[in-house]
């Protein structure tokens, strides 16, 4: 096992490159990392891809929308990849604080097509948030803490990606409960630990 490594700037080429912004969450998917909204003088709704299927010259691409609706401009949201989908969940923008969820559906091999669909997810929703953390678990997409406007929250939902079922694992006042934060960092556990680990924030 690896325990030591070196970071190495990579020099991506092209003219779709997105404007320096914060806020923006992403994911990968086959040889490329699409990364969906964030706030640089104003909220995105734009989805920007690195396409490293040539690791030597990787370039920016703006995927071309084919749908009329897609997820509201926002930063502080999480984005995750499941099944070749690019899914969009929580944040805050232009229509304030949000909870719904999107999925990406890629339309073309090359995968700089997209059609964007809300995903009609029902049971224990989570309240509107922005900088949670969200972890996909086998078939498990859990959120944890965040901001909703007024306070720090500390817990913890999941959604069923196969039956899009939301349920609340553990509510703020659980035992051994993490304090309430935002802005934290959150990784699945290894191998076969259906776990999340969750670290730092602020709250």
Known sequence: MAKSGTWEEVVVRGKEAP??????????IGGKAYFFGGYGGGYSDETHIVDASDPREPEWILL??????KPSRRAYHS??????????FGGVGTKGYNNDVWRLQLKNDEGTEGHWLKVDAVGHVPRKRQG???????????????YDGCDYLNDVHALNLET???????????????????????AAAPLDWDAVFVGAGTG
């Open 19 to 28: 404007l320096p912004f914060k806020g923006v969450s992403g994911a990968g």
């Open 164 to 186: 899009l079922i939301w349920w609340r694992c553990c509510t703020g006042d659980s035992p051994n409960a993490p304090s309430p934060r935002s802005g934290h960092a959150a």
């Open 132 to 146: 949670h953390t969200g972890t996909v678990v086998d078939t498990t997409f859990v959120v944890v803490g965040g």
């Open 79 to 88: 984005t995750f990849a499941y099944k070749s989908s690019l899914w969009v």
């Open 64 to 69: 071309e929308v084919t749908s009329s609706t």
